[in-house]
């Protein structure tokens, strides 16, 4: 089964507006992280946000924040006031506690705001 | 912080030769590094797992003796394409975790990945 799911190969955004980027995710192991990553057409891999599954919070970092529901086993990426730099593909990743070292990365959403 | 370099940033080279490609942190020590591969519009597919002084990890179905790996100090590891073919052709993107991180307790815990190597094997 896939680890990390993410349903959505393209979106487009208008600029300013608000965006959601979806991803699901699989695991038995009682502890593990949830990570966006953003890479542009450069190539380089960015690292956007964390969220552990613990954490009660919903992490939040500037315009990026994680939609963590724990029972749906979702990990949405919303992206609010977007930009037109904001345009990249989007990873989200996964580890789990019994396989520490291993990254888990869905196919990826490739993410257009447009002006 | 926090920061991964890479180098070469792109190499073409001819069939049957090998490539090394460098991964360095820059501002951590990194036991552990990692090495993906991308083609393009896709994922990253991990290809192996660096331990510093120890043998690498490498995935299902990553040939060993094709893609050569050494992790020789807590800020360095290579990754040695060897007798390239344009089938080798790819992104190669590493990464690395600082050391320290241990559990789930924060942003720690990602690993920063390097800008990448484009290899283009005539």
């Known amino acids: 089964a896939q680890k990390i799911t993410q349903t959505q190969p393209g979106m487009f955004v208008q600029e300013k507006e608000a965006v959601t980027l979806d991803c699901t995710y699989d695991t038995s192991d009682p502890s593990y992280g949830l990570f966006w990553y953003k890479q542009p057409s450069s190539g380089e891999m960015i690292f956007l946000i964390y969220?552990?599954?613990?954490?009660?919070q919903n992490a939040t970092e500037g315009r990026y924040s994680l939609n963590f529901q724990k029972a749906r086993k979702s990990a949405n990426l919303v992206i609010s006031a977007s930009q037109l730099g904001d345009s990249a593909m989007y990873f989200c990743?996964?580890?789990?506690?019994?396989?520490?070292?291993?990254?888990?990365f869905g196919s990826g959403t490739k993410l257009n705001v447009k002006p | 912080g926090a920061v991964v370099s890479q180098h070469p940033s792109r190499v073409i080279c001819k069939s049957g030769t090998s490539v090394k490609i460098e991964c360095r942190s820059l501002d951590f020590q990194a036991t552990t590094m990692f090495w993906y591969r991308q083609f393009p519009k896709q994922s990253l597919m991990l290809m192996a797992t660096?331990?510093?002084?120890?043998?690498?990890?490498?995935e299902q179905g990553v040939e060993k003796d094709k893609f050569l790996i050494n992790h020789a100090s807590l800020t360095l590891s290579t990754l040695t394409v060897t007798s390239a073919h344009p089938e080798d052709s790819s992104f190669y993107i590493c990464?690395?975790?600082?050391?320290?991180?241990?559990?789930?307790?924060?942003?720690?815990?990602?690993?920063?990945f390097g800008p990448g190597t484009r290899l283009l094997v005539l």
């Open positions: 990464s690395a975790r600082p050391t320290g991180g241990t559990g789930f307790t924060g942003a720690l815990e990602t690993q920063y």
């Open positions: 660096s331990n510093e002084g120890s043998k690498a990890t490498y």
């Open positions: 990743a996964m580890r789990e506690v019994y396989n520490f070292n291993k990254f888990y």
């Open positions: 969220q552990g599954s613990y954490d009660q």
